[in-house]
């Protein structure tokens, strides 16, 4: 690997979005914010949801927030640098395998996401209070929790980003991105889909269940989760199945 | 150190999806998707190409639109992975010693391939960070190219709304930030107007001038003629000649080609062209014409004519070209360069 031309790559992706920050943050944090007032606001203060659900909903928002910020930050460019303009080629010359440029682009879209959710959780936290129950007792834990969120979310971008054509993004976000979300945990625990034990086991193919379930568990401990180990092992299973497509999708449309 | 480059027999033969990396246009997939589950079609676009070209010459390779030119440049530079065969840049092997290989090469893409996310100054600096320039080196060079290419003016805006010759200006900029020992344009001069593509050919000359190698594609005779110390027609996936300019001209025979066509058909009428005076070859065309290969040109066409005349076959057409690399191209495969 060359240092040198890997953190040039990590730099010129830092101009571009800062460049582009104030859209990055509208983009990030609105809709997030949005879901956040109407149900965690509106509808616990008119009655119609239980107090409890600010916490519930709290971890599932950064859960989402994460994800999309790092599946759009990943996939978005390298849909458009693969496409006709081939702009991703400057990258690809450089003095380095090119499997380290996909990787930079994890590294960066990690990075991203985890931005996202740090920012996200005192955002979310001021809309809601009071009546949010935070409890951080085992900050390292959320912080492997958080970073392993973050990188399914790049890898996620890698692999959709080198699969999908620009025609198809539309599509993509309505095939693989909506369903992920309405079906991820993200506005509701897994316990709560108990009533509904197939879709409960079907669930458990989508990896941003492990998402909300990991930061419910080390961010609300007091509500019901899924078990941290199950957590565990599904982003990492998730991780490396994700990078592995990503990187072979991203070979492809490098080299003809 | 200087490097050159050799290939030996390459191949590549494209099944699946565009070979947007190749950068070249002139292979249609159309048909790919409405024939179902029949097997997919095959395109050959390297069919055995060797060359051995020396450390610091201009090098061209001309053929026509789709003859294999930018799989060529795709192979040389890693964008392009080949069927068979091998390529060296210097000592290195393309494939197995990639990364080396990158620092020594310098490519210019037919279609600019710029990143539109940054300003033209920062699409060279961060090109001359990816190669390990420290910052007071990479900002004083860009600001030198910047100033060479003409773009100083425009220098920190984003380059999404830069004209189409800007565009090829600042790429072919990016590709000499790192002083590349090899340099590849694949069509450098497409599109630019005559004074930018002078500008260009004195770079290129320049640039080679201080020891550097030199590969160029190009469809234009001119061009190849102006610049090149040596060059390869190819056609098809193949090299179907290979020299300097002058070795290539002097192998026409006669060197002249005079195009003619006549109002009707006459089976012995090229016969009789044959036996002209300084006629080395006759070959029949399309639409009742002829192709001459002679030693000279306007003084064969009253003869031409007379000829004609005998014959009760009216002479329509008639077009003289003098020794050129398009003769050349035309008497290797009938087709016209400009076709």
Known sequence: MNYKAFMAMLARDARVARRNIVALLFQTFLQPLMFVFIFGRVMVGSGYMSPSYKSLLLPGIMALSMVGTGIWAVAMPLIAEFQF????EDRLLAPMDISWVAIEKVVAGTLQALAAGIMVIPAAWLLLRPGVDLSLHRPILFAIVALLVALFSACGGLALGCSVEQTHIGLMFSLVVAPMIFFGC????????????IMQKVVLVNPLVYASEGLRATLVPQYPHLPLLAVFIGLLGFNALLLTVGLRQFHKKAVS | MAAGIRTNELRKVYNTAPPLAAGGGGFSFAEKRSKGKQPKPEIVALNGISLDIRSGEIFCLLGPNGAGKSTT??????RVKPTAGQAWIGE??????????????????????LDFSLTAREILVFHGA???????????RAASLLERFKLTDRADQIVRGFSGGMMQRLSIARAMMHDPQ???LDEPSAGLDPQTRLLLWEIIREYNQSGKTVLLTTHNMEEADALCQRLAI???GRIIAFGTPTELKASVPGGYLVRVRFGQHSPDLLERLKALTGVREVRSTENNGADLYADRGGSLVSEVANLAVAANAELCDVHISEPSLENLFLH??????RE
């Open chain 2, 73 to 78: 440049v795709g192979v040389l530079t890693t």
């Open chain 2, 332 to 337: 290797h495969t009938g087709r016209s360069l």
């Open chain 2, 234 to 236: 190819v056609d098809h």
């Open chain 2, 130 to 140: 990816y190669f390990g320039q420290n910052s007071n080196e990479r900002n004083t």
């Open chain 2, 182 to 184: 090899v340099l590849f």
């Open chain 1, 85 to 88: 303009t081939r702009e991703i």
């Open chain 1, 186 to 197: 993200t506005y509701y625990p897994w316990s709560a889909l108990a009533n509904f034990p």
């Open chain 2, 92 to 113: 290195l092997d393309v494939w197995k010693e990639q990364s080396a290989v990158k620092r020594l090469i310098g490519v210019v893409a037919q279609r600019p391939n």
